[in-house]
């Protein structure tokens, strides 16, 4: 009788000091993360690319996909605010049929932003500055004016010092109809959606 208590309280025990190292293994494992503002401070370093495309509001102007490149860099000045430079173009590839009009369309518009992340992981962006469009084998046609751009975002793969971006692009440049004599200005816009990673 004595040696199967014995035995008993020798197993409770075991059992007992089993559950007390799970328990520690649990507390060790590393926690869920939770999106969170990041500090001001820091910088903010990033790329995009997608797909999109090229418009204007001209007689004879049509629409012109193409291939998104973005860059930007800057800091961020609050929890909710980082002010950006900004490098967007549009490529798009001429067919080559025609010799004269051969080469690249590219849309580009170079802006000072802000963005300013209304969740941690939900952002807007807007800013101003210089846009210009150009065939590369057309070299009088460049064609450069004010630039203004707008985009929505949002980080999927949001970390403490960078994140995954999914965002929706437009933009537009406003410069001189060529096409016309009076001499109007005409809207050269873009819209892309983009997939990008960013260091914060």
Do not use: K
Request: aromatic content about 8%; charged content about 20%.
């Amino acid at each position: 009788m004595r040696r199967a208590a014995a035995i008993a309280i020798l197993l409770a025990l075991v059992s007992t000091a089993h559950a007390e190292e799970e328990a520690e293994e649990e507390d060790l494992s590393e926690p869920v993360y939770v999106a969170e503002l990041r500090p001001p401070g820091r910088l903010v370093i990033g790329f995009d690319f997608g797909i999109g495309f090229i418009d204007a509001t001209c007689g004879g102007c049509y629409v012109r996909g193409g291939l998104s490149l973005d860059g930007f860099a800057g800091v961020q000045v609050a929890r909710r605010v980082a002010l950006l430079a900004d490098v967007w173009t549009i490529n798009h590839l001429l067919s080559t049929d025609d010799q004269e009009r051969s080469g690249i369309a590219i849309h580009a518009i170079q802006v000072a932003a802000a963005r300013v992340w209304i969740r941690p992981r939900l952002w807007v962006q807007a800013g101003g500055g210089l846009g210009w469009f150009n065939i590369t084998a057309d070299r009088d046609g460049f064609l450069f004016g004010p630039a203004a751009m707008l985009a929505v975002g949002g980080e999927p793969g949001h970390r403490r010092c960078n994140g995954i971006d999914l965002s929706l692009r437009i933009g537009g440049t406003r410069v001189l109809d060529e096409s016309e004599s009076s001499g109007d200005h005409m809207l050269l816009y873009s819209a892309t959606a983009v997939i990008g990673f960013h260091w914060n």
